[in-house]
Nanobody, 127 residues
Framework: QVQLVESGGGSVQAGGTLRLSCTAS????????MAWFRQAPGKEREGVAF????????GYADSVKGRFTVSRDTTKKLTYLQMNSLKPEDTAMYYC????????????????????WGKGTQVTVSS
Protein backbone atom coordinates (compact mmCIF):
# COMPACT_ATOMS: atom_id res chain seq x y z
CA GLN A 1 0.00 0.00 0.00
CA VAL A 2 1.54 3.29 -1.13
CA GLN A 3 1.39 6.04 1.46
CA LEU A 4 2.44 9.69 1.53
CA VAL A 5 2.84 11.64 4.75
CA GLU A 6 3.43 15.39 4.83
CA SER A 7 5.08 17.31 7.64
CA GLY A 8 6.59 20.70 8.34
CA GLY A 9 3.57 22.95 8.21
CA GLY A 10 2.96 25.66 10.76
CA SER A 11 2.20 29.32 11.37
CA VAL A 12 4.60 32.04 10.27
CA GLN A 13 4.54 35.75 9.65
CA ALA A 14 4.63 37.21 6.16
CA GLY A 15 8.14 37.09 4.78
CA GLY A 16 8.96 33.95 6.74
CA THR A 17 10.05 30.51 5.58
CA LEU A 18 8.91 26.93 5.98
CA ARG A 19 10.12 23.64 4.58
CA LEU A 20 7.57 20.92 3.95
CA SER A 21 8.52 17.27 3.71
CA CYS A 22 6.71 14.36 2.12
CA THR A 23 7.68 10.81 3.05
CA ALA A 24 6.71 8.02 0.68
CA SER A 25 6.42 4.37 1.57
CA UNK A 26 5.18 1.23 -0.05
CA UNK A 27 6.49 1.84 -3.56
CA UNK A 28 7.69 -1.26 -5.34
CA UNK A 29 7.51 0.09 -8.89
CA UNK A 30 9.75 2.71 -10.45
CA UNK A 31 10.24 6.09 -8.76
CA UNK A 32 7.15 8.22 -9.25
CA UNK A 33 6.61 11.80 -10.32
CA MET A 34 5.91 13.94 -7.27
CA ALA A 35 3.98 17.17 -6.87
CA TRP A 36 2.79 19.61 -4.26
CA PHE A 37 -0.72 21.00 -4.24
CA ARG A 38 -2.52 23.36 -1.93
CA GLN A 39 -6.10 24.15 -1.09
CA ALA A 40 -7.35 27.23 0.69
CA PRO A 41 -10.79 27.32 2.31
CA GLY A 42 -13.49 27.76 -0.30
CA LYS A 43 -11.08 27.33 -3.18
CA GLU A 44 -10.14 24.51 -5.51
CA ARG A 45 -7.01 22.49 -5.01
CA GLU A 46 -4.21 23.90 -7.14
CA GLY A 47 -0.86 22.63 -8.28
CA VAL A 48 2.12 24.36 -6.69
CA ALA A 49 5.15 22.48 -8.01
CA PHE A 50 6.25 19.18 -9.51
CA UNK A 51 9.51 17.27 -9.70
CA UNK A 52 10.51 14.49 -12.04
CA UNK A 53 11.36 10.97 -10.95
CA UNK A 54 15.09 11.63 -11.05
CA UNK A 55 14.79 15.15 -9.69
CA UNK A 56 16.22 16.81 -12.76
CA UNK A 57 13.08 18.58 -13.92
CA UNK A 58 10.84 20.85 -11.93
CA GLY A 59 7.98 23.21 -12.59
CA TYR A 60 6.07 25.79 -10.61
CA ALA A 61 2.85 27.69 -10.53
CA ASP A 62 3.35 31.33 -11.51
CA SER A 63 2.21 32.44 -8.05
CA VAL A 64 5.18 30.74 -6.34
CA LYS A 65 7.97 31.03 -8.91
CA GLY A 66 11.10 32.48 -7.42
CA ARG A 67 9.88 31.86 -3.86
CA PHE A 68 9.32 28.09 -3.62
CA THR A 69 11.74 25.30 -4.48
CA VAL A 70 10.87 21.62 -4.85
CA SER A 71 13.51 18.94 -4.38
CA ARG A 72 13.74 15.27 -3.58
CA ASP A 73 16.01 12.65 -2.09
CA THR A 74 15.10 9.48 -3.93
CA THR A 75 17.24 7.26 -1.70
CA LYS A 76 15.24 8.35 1.32
CA LYS A 77 11.95 8.63 -0.60
CA LEU A 78 11.59 12.22 0.56
CA THR A 79 10.24 15.19 -1.36
CA TYR A 80 10.62 18.72 -0.07
CA LEU A 81 9.02 22.09 -0.67
CA GLN A 82 11.13 25.01 0.51
CA MET A 83 8.91 28.06 0.86
CA ASN A 84 10.52 31.48 1.20
CA SER A 85 9.06 34.99 1.31
CA LEU A 86 5.73 33.60 2.38
CA LYS A 87 2.62 35.71 1.85
CA PRO A 88 -0.79 35.57 3.53
CA GLU A 89 -2.24 34.27 0.26
CA ASP A 90 -0.03 31.18 0.62
CA THR A 91 -2.20 30.10 3.56
CA ALA A 92 -3.65 26.69 2.71
CA MET A 93 -3.54 22.98 3.37
CA TYR A 94 -0.59 21.60 1.43
CA TYR A 95 -0.66 18.11 -0.05
CA CYS A 96 1.91 15.97 -1.76
CA UNK A 97 0.85 13.69 -4.57
CA UNK A 98 2.45 10.95 -6.63
CA UNK A 99 1.92 9.24 -9.94
CA UNK A 100 3.63 6.98 -12.42
CA UNK A 101 3.83 8.74 -15.78
CA UNK A 102 6.11 8.73 -18.83
CA UNK A 103 6.32 12.54 -18.58
CA UNK A 104 6.17 14.16 -15.17
CA UNK A 105 5.58 17.58 -16.70
CA UNK A 106 2.49 16.58 -18.69
CA UNK A 107 -0.69 17.83 -17.00
CA UNK A 108 1.28 18.08 -13.77
CA UNK A 109 -0.98 20.68 -12.17
CA UNK A 110 -4.21 18.78 -12.63
CA UNK A 111 -5.60 17.02 -9.57
CA UNK A 112 -6.96 14.16 -11.66
CA UNK A 113 -3.47 13.31 -12.90
CA UNK A 114 -2.51 11.86 -9.50
CA UNK A 115 -3.72 8.70 -7.83
CA UNK A 116 -1.84 8.85 -4.53
CA TRP A 117 -2.28 11.65 -2.02
CA GLY A 118 -1.17 12.52 1.46
CA LYS A 119 -3.51 13.90 4.10
CA GLY A 120 -1.96 17.35 4.07
CA THR A 121 -0.18 19.77 6.36
CA GLN A 122 -1.52 23.21 7.24
CA VAL A 123 0.41 26.36 6.41
CA THR A 124 -0.81 29.65 7.87
CA VAL A 125 0.84 32.96 7.03
CA SER A 126 -0.17 36.04 8.98
CA SER A 127 0.31 39.64 7.87
Amino acid sequence: QVQLVESGGGSVQAGGTLRLSCTASGYTASTPCMAWFRQAPGKEREGVAFISAGGGYTGYADSVKGRFTVSRDTTKKLTYLQMNSLKPEDTAMYYCAARQAPSCSSLWSQVKSYNVWGKGTQVTVSS
